[in-house]
């Protein structure tokens, strides 16, 4: 029997608890969170008053950021409540891209009669993953708006009675806003997932000279999708605190 490509789009359910489905998507996300907090945990007893040149690189590296968000969200305090969740959206989606492209992670597996079901599979190419990421995120930008402008005025943003033309630019926006749950988490997924099926054709044709610049080069990709999710979900909290005018 001749072996092609195989792409699977939904992951793999390697078994269930309590009823619940674990799928190995599932199984990478606790990876992911138990490599993060491990790595926190292993930074944090390693920090001193008088830092070395490791500690130096991260903690400029923190303050640049973290001053970046104060800038965008003018203001301190702002920066100080939101920096902890544009970190933590950004650690998680790199860190998992970041995964699955570690040698021998898809080659652990179980078998499932004569096939190998991989225990870990990246997580951004589950689009369950990636559509709670922009629920998450989309929440916290809508309920930052209502905290910080008032209910009523952000709902003036989208329900506009003042005349037919302010009613229609309103709608739209509203419109805008629902639809970023859409464009966040097909954004992650798609890029995510096309690079997957990259490295498998590439791999599958040119075995031995391709697929070690391709995975550079998608974990590139998995840095910069990582950086624009956070950033555009900082950027959105920027324009929910912002008055109408």
Do not use: C
């Amino acid at each position: 029997m001749h072996e092609g490509i195989t792409v699977v789009l939904a992951p793999e359910i390697l078994g269930t608890l309590w009823g619940i489905p674990i799928t190995n998507t599932l199984l990478t996300s606790w990876a992911v969170i138990a490599l993060l907090v491990a790595v926190a945990f292993f930074v944090g007893k390693r920090i001193n008053m008088t830092p070395g040149r490791f500690q130096l690189l991260f903690e400029w590296l923190v303050s640049f950021i973290y001053d970046y968000v104060a800038e965008t969200l003018e203001s301190r305090d702002l920066a100080r409540k939101f920096f902890p969740f544009i970190a933590t959206i950004f650690l998680f989606i790199f860190t998992a891209n970041l995964l699955e492209f570690t040698p021998g992670i898809g080659s652990i597996g179980i078998f499932h009669g004569h096939e190998l079901l991989p225990l870990f599979r990246s997580v951004n190419t589950d689009l369950n993953v990636t559509l709670m990421l922009a629920i998450i995120s989309f929440l916290v930008i809508e309920v930052t708006g209502v905290v910080m402008v008032g209910a009523w005025k952000y709902a003036g943003k989208f329900l506009n009675f003042r005349s037919p033309m302010g009613f229609f630019l309103g709608i739209i926006e509203l419109f805008s806003e629902i639809g970023r749950i859409i464009s966040f988490s097909f954004r992650l997924f798609g890029n995510i997932f096309a690079g997957e099926v990259l490295i498998l054709v590439v791999t599958y044709f040119l075995p031995y000279a391709a697929p070690v610049p391709v995975m550079a080069f998608e974990i590139f990709v998995g840095f910069v999708q990582a950086a624009i999710f956070a950033l555009l979900t900082l950027f959105f909290i920027k324009l929910a605190i912002m008055e109408t005018h």
